[in-house]
């Protein structure tokens, strides 16, 4: 890498923490500044004067990681519970096609012939899928880890 | 990974004491701005960050209405329609209609999703009124009520929508 792109890349890595804090700074000045308006509103004494501006950034910061929680409470367990339920359709609808494959007589089905030249291994497919959904999980899982640590702790 | 944990931190201190100080720190910039650059400039430029400010602000404020009248609108439509998870996919449509330009698109998605796993018929009037929904969300609400926050008449905001 030459030097102006390591320089560059250094300039980003300075820079970075003030373009995040800004933004943050930014979306937060507006529920701060309603909560502040309102916040204490017909008292006039120094102490509660005082206490407002630490007492508005607090509140907006509950609110706004509030909002992110209460979603996530909401969504994860229901997503997390259906996909469990997909899986294990899926993974028991392929058990039972194997079994009633290995058991049935098929020579009593319409396209007999062309039912025994099918030939899959249901298994199979379902240890792959297994496969491919713990593959997929630890790739959700790492992803989110890096994407919340490449972003910022709220 | 341990670097970004740091900047993030970094930033969300910084972020507070800019909060907390931000009147002084603005008065401080002012003072700066006035001392050591023309007076002209620094008026345009106070005006011009005064003006962006107070748009953000509307434009927040807007945006947030909105995502909270799609959301209200949305459990009252799958209450009606008896579509299942109601607060869920509510709270989901809520917080991604904050979202500009991707809108409430990706909670569409994964409603559908989810409704599927119940009820397929369900999934597809979910799609389909959750489209409604936002057509007429785009199309009427919207304008009306962020273009009124940022004083932009309606019909430039429809605009606005149709164009990007």
């Given at each position: 890498m030459s030097?102006?792109?390591?320089?560059?890349?250094?300039?980003i890595g300075l820079v970075k923490p003030l373009l995040i804090w800004s933004m943050l700074a930014m979306v937060l000045s507006v529920p701060m500044g309603?909560?502040?308006?309102?916040?204490?509103?017909k008292c006039s004494t120094t102490r509660k004067n005082?206490?407002?501006?630490?007492?508005?950034i607090l509140f907006s910061l509950i609110l706004v990681i509030g909002i992110f929680v209460g979603v996530a409470v909401l969504v994860v367990p229901e997503l997390m519970g259906t996909v469990s339920v997909v899986i294990s359709s899926v993974t028991g609808g392929l058990d039972q096609i194997a079994a009633f494959e290995s058991s049935a007589d098929l020579s009593a089905f319409p396209f007999a012939e062309q039912l025994k030249k099918l030939d899959i291994d249901w298994l199979a497919m379902k240890?792959?899928?297994?496969?491919?959904?713990q593959k997929i999980s630890s790739t959700l899982l790492d992803s989110t880890a890096s994407a919340l640590g490449d972003w910022h702790p709220l | 990974m341990a670097s970004s944990l740091i900047d993030g931190v970094v930033a969300f201190v910084f972020c507070i004491y800019v909060l907390a100080n931000k009147e002084t720190l603005a008065r401080q910039i002012g003072r700066l701005a006035r001392a050591w650059l023309p007076k002209k400039f620094t008026d345009t430029t106070s005006h011009i960050f005064a003006v962006c400010s107070d748009v953000f602000r509307q434009f927040i404020v807007g945006q947030t209405t909105e995502a909270g009248i799609l959301r209200t609108l949305c459990g009252i439509g799958m209450e009606i329609l008896r579509i299942p998870y109601v607060p869920m996919v509510g709270a989901l449509v809520g917080v991604t209609a904050l979202i500009p330009y991707v809108g409430a698109f990706p909670a569409s998605i994964l409603g559908a999703f989810m409704v599927l796993t119940v009820n397929p018929f369900k999934a597809l009037v979910f799609i389909i009124f959750l489209l409604v929904l936002q057509q007429v969300e785009g199309n009427l609400s919207y304008p009306k009520v962020a273009g009124a926050k940022i004083n932009l008449p309606a019909l430039w905001s429809e605009r606005k929508t149709t164009l990007f």
């Open positions: 030097s102006i792109a390591l320089a560059i890349e250094w300039l309603y909560i502040e308006k309102h916040l204490f509103r005082k206490a407002r501006c630490p007492l508005a240890a792959q899928l297994e496969d491919w959904i | -």
